[in-house]
């Protein structure tokens, strides 16, 4: 049996984009050359791996199995291509970075800590999850993101960066705001502000009103977090944030914050990249970046 890593590594591609042209389009193949080592791979594994439907391809459980060792082929291939490349052309590239939404605050020290190194750093922002898959794509150095109960796939790795409380945050002048600690079952009566459903801060939250049995008399669902910030300060609702994204907000007293008397209130943020044994140059400076800023703020 002759196992190819390329077509491992058509398989993660196409995996990755679910449509056979558009990773045909970024493995800069034509569709019949990626749709030929896509069957030549099921008839050397000996049974279907995918089926196309009306939404592209999609995985089957052994396809899905599979996967896990396609990417990290994937992976492992990238990082010696540019360990090659880097070795003919040993100038850094710009380093690219990912924040969740919530950790955006932490952007402005780790790139002024690269600056002043002579290093260059892209920033995006988005959802945790988006940005996992962005790492997992190569597209992303690391990624600084809202720790989950999933588990990262294949060839990723975590690490642990900061930790903080969630708190319940009011409008001036709400009758919860003098308290210092308060049960979520004190605003059973008030109306819930959410950012996205998709972000990992509502997600938290939901799961600490559910632990609590609380349903909200009212929820607005707001899309973002600045839209939140806005409609708390125009005293619309309440919301469970993390302190460091509405601190001005605190210092200013246009809004207050209270401790949840509940377990499990605490947001662990990780660092996440490729797994030691794949990491490439740029990774690795960045990497260390990250956590000389972290130690220098601390």
């Known amino acids: 049996m002759h196992l190819d890593p390329d077509h491992l590594i058509t398989f993660s591609v196409v995996a990755e984009y679910g449509n056979i042209s558009r990773a045909a389009e970024a493995l ?15 008839e050397l594994a000996g049974q279907r791996l995918y089926r196309r439907s009306s939404r592209g391809i999609v995985l089957t459980e052994a396809g899905t199995r599979l996967l896990g060792y396609a990417n990290v082929v994937a992976s492992a291939t990238r990082g010696a291509a540019e360990t090659i490349r880097h070795a003919q052309q040993p100038t850094l590239r710009p380093l690219r970075l990912g924040l969740s939404w919530t950790l955006g ?71 919860l705001a003098g308290m210092g600690f308060t049960p979520l079952t004190a605003i059973a009566a008030d109306t819930f502000l959410w950012s996205s459903a998709e972000s990992s801060l509502s997600q938290h939250a939901d799961r600490l009103l559910k632990e609590s049995a609380v349903l909200p008399a009212r929820q607005l669902r707001l899309g973002s977090v600045a839209a939140v910030r806005e409609a708390l300060m125009r005293g619309l609702g309440v919301s469970i944030l993390p302190r460091s994204l509405v601190q001005r907000d605190l210092q200013a007293g246009l809004i207050a914050s209270l401790q949840i008397e509940a377990p499990n209130i605490t947001l662990e943020y990780s660092v996440v990249s490729a797994s030691p044994l794949f990491l490439t140059r740029e990774s690795k400076t960045l990497l260390r970046l990250i956590t000389e800023s972290r130690r220098a703020a601390s």
Do not use: K, M, N
Not at 157 to 168: I, K
């Open 28 to 42: 800069e193949l034509s569709q019949p050359a990626v749709s030929g080592q896509l069957r030549a791979l099921q």
């Open 105 to 175: 605050s932490f952007a402005p020290s780790v790139i002024t800590h690269a600056h002043a190194e002579g290093y260059t750093v892209l920033a995006e922002s988005a959802h945790s999850e988006h940005l996992i898959s962005q790492v997992q794509g190569g597209r992303l150095e690391a990624a600084l993101v809202v720790s989950g109960r999933q588990a990262l796939p294949e060839g990723l790795s975590a690490q642990r960066f900061h930790s903080e409380d969630l708190a319940l945050v009011v409008p001036r002048g709400h009758p």
